[in-house]
């Protein structure tokens, strides 16, 4: 995993890489690292992903609990709970993109998306000829009743390492901050591909 100082440089570099993109508005979302030591590096509350500096990241003890008097997203939980359930993932992004939030709302329970060869930008998927299922959850601003609610649709298993929320965004992660940025931008363009789909065919 990393190092702190490494793990900053990369989410300040995914923050600018998502804000160029119109992936998080404002002080929107949130982007975390596991640490090589257990613990956890977390943008603070409120920072722009944008204008992210090393004074916006903070870091986490194991328990999830901050290391100092800093305070981290009050969506934490949802990051925490997914390093707990799988030791592979080292970064967690959460986006607020216009797509994801549209899509997300109309979704249903989940987001099926089939035929696109941008499909094998995910772990296991070699062909495009793959239709795969997207959880969508409701928005509950309990951030342990819906972390709860995503674990028991976890346990069903993921074809992708991503969830939306409605209304509210996308989760995604991957091994490394590169691969969970690199699963977000297979995502939106896959999000735009679906909206100008339906568009069409409306």
């Not at 941008?118 to 601003?141: C, E, S």
């Amino acid at each position: 995993m990393y190092r702190f100082e490494v793990a900053t440089e990369a989410l300040i570099d995914a923050g600018r890489h998502a804000d160029r993109h119109g992936w998080v508005p404002a002080t929107s979302g949130n982007f975390s690292a596991r640490l090589d030591d257990g613990t956890i590096a977390i943008t603070v509350s409120g920072a722009h992903k944008g204008r992210l500096q090393r004074e916006h990241i903070m870091r986490l003890d194991g328990d999830g609990r901050p290391v100092d008097a800093r305070r981290p997203s009050a969506e934490t939980l949802l990051h925490l709970q997914l390093y707990r359930r799988d030791a592979g993932i080292g970064c967690v992004l959460h986006t607020h993109s216009v797509d994801a939030t549209v899509l997300s709302r109309v979704a249903g329970e989940n987001l099926l998306i089939e035929g696109m060869e941008v499909l094998k930008a995910f772990p296991g998927i070699d062909t495009h000829l793959t239709r795969v299922r997207l959880p969508v959850f409701g928005n509950d601003q309990d951030m342990e009743r819906l972390a709860g609610v995503v674990a028991a649709r976890l346990d069903e298993g993921m074809d992708v390492p991503a969830y939306l929320i409605a209304g509210h965004g996308l989760y995604a992660w991957g091994n490394s901050v590169e691969a969970a940025l690199r699963h977000v931008e297979a995502l939106e363009f896959l999000f735009r591909c679906e909206l100008e789909t339906r568009r069409i065919r409306a």
